[in-house]
């Protein structure tokens, strides 16, 4: 695919800041128009989903492109935006190359590409030309860079988009309930250690400040079932269900350690579709309808910090 079929390309975000303040109102008035866009797509779209977690490592690529698919085969239409811009591998998991593109129409927007169970997918992986190109961008560029793939990108109605976000409760996350109307809620991801879940905790106090529901808590890597059938807890055990009870917030379910996902990932396929039989699969499945049920149940609640704990 040519780069000028791409659409959105790499060298649109090197624009300098600087300028007389004819070309700042401009830009000003350019991103008012970018906003009112994003705002009309995102009306589209009946359930907004933030995977989130404070802490890296804890797999929110593997847990939302899972999900997505998890939910497809549930009959939903399903879209996923990858906001990690400085590590993005939901495509990967979802089964589609860097640099893949995403055709672009010539009104200036942009079609995500189909993955894998027919999930539609935006990422800067995709525009990227090599796993070993780093954006060394700073918060104002991933800003506009976020609003205009919420703007521009043509996802249609769907039923559900899930964000895979980046570590943090920084620009991404901030940009993204700033910018979208009626985020549906979060989905907190962590797994079983103490790091972990006292990390996670910022994200929960994240969420009570911007006002945004928690939908529930995964608690992924949870336990490695060897093949005689032991469970060991390689990472500790029980985080995500006392966070639950502390926080008052759902618990979704827990995900097993399969060696199979690095190996899927490592081809370049879906993890979900290559071994839908596994214990993970079932878990994925399981969480998606407990989802399901709290989203389109209206369930999902804003979590109440002390004041003195949120920050």
């Known amino acids: 695919m040519g780069e000028k079929e791409k659409g959105l390309r790499m060298d649109h975000y090197k624009k300098g800041s600087g300028g007389s303040y004819k070309e700042v109102a401009e830009r000003m008035k350019e991103t008012a128009r970018q906003q009112s866009m994003a705002t009309a797509n995102m009306l589209k779209?009946?359930?907004?989903?933030?995977?989130?977690?404070?802490?890296?490592?804890?797999?929110?690529?593997?847990?939302t492109s899972s999900l997505?698919?998890?939910?497809?085969?549930?009959?939903?239409?399903?879209?996923?935006?990858?906001?990690?811009?400085?590590?993005?591998s939901a495509h990967k998991m979802l089964g589609v190359p860097t640099g893949r593109g995403?055709?672009?129409?010539?009104?200036?927007?942009?079609?995500?590409?189909?993955?894998?169970?027919?999930?539609?997918?935006?990422?800067?992986?995709?525009?990227?030309?090599?796993?070993?190109?780093?954006?060394?961008?700073r918060g104002p560029i991933k800003a506009g860079a976020i609003r205009e793939l919420l703007a521009y990108v043509n996802?249609?109605?769907?039923?559900?988009?899930?964000?895979?976000?980046?570590?943090?409760?920084?620009?991404?996350p901030l940009t993204l309930v700033q910018s979208i109307p009626k985020v549906t809620g979060i989905v907190l991801v962590t797994i079983p250690s103490e790091v972990s879940k006292s990390v996670v905790k910022k994200a929960i106090a994240f969420a009570a400040k911007v006002k945004t529901p928690i939908v529930g808590i995964i608690e992924n890597?949870?336990?490695?079932?060897?093949?005689?059938?032991?469970?060991?807890?390689?990472?500790?055990?029980?985080?995500a269900e006392e966070l639950s009870k502390e926080y008052n917030i759902p618990f979704l379910g827990s995900i097993p350690l399969d060696p199979r996902v690095r190996e899927a990932s490592d081809r370049g396929k879906a993890f979900?579709?290559?071994?839908?039989?596994?214990?993970?699969?079932?878990?994925?499945?399981?969480?998606?309808?407990?989802?399901?049920?709290?989203?389109?149940?209206?369930?999902?609640?804003?979590?109440?910090?002390?004041?003195?704990?949120?920050?």
């Open 45 to 63: 779209i009946k359930y907004k989903l933030l995977i989130l977690s404070s802490k890296g490592g804890v797999g929110k690529s593997l847990v």
């Open 68 to 88: 997505a698919i998890s939910l497809a085969l549930m009959g939903k239409k399903v879209g996923v935006l990858d906001a990690d811009f400085h590590g993005p």
């Open 102 to 137: 995403m055709s672009g129409r010539l009104d200036g927007t942009v079609d995500p590409v189909e993955a894998a169970a027919g999930v539609k997918l935006a990422s800067i992986g995709l525009l990227i030309p090599r796993d070993d190109v780093a954006l060394i961008w």
């Open 155 to 172: 996802w249609g109605p769907l039923d559900y988009l899930l964000i895979d976000l980046p570590p943090g409760t920084g620009d991404e």
């Open 221 to 239: 890597m949870s336990y490695l079932r060897c093949p005689h059938g032991d469970v060991i807890y390689v990472f500790g055990k029980g985080a």
């Open 272 to 311: 979900f579709l290559e071994y839908p039989d596994s214990e993970a699969a079932q878990a994925f499945r399981e969480i998606a309808a407990r989802i399901v049920d709290i989203v389109e149940g209206g369930k999902a609640i804003i979590p109440e910090i002390p004041e003195e704990e949120g920050g």
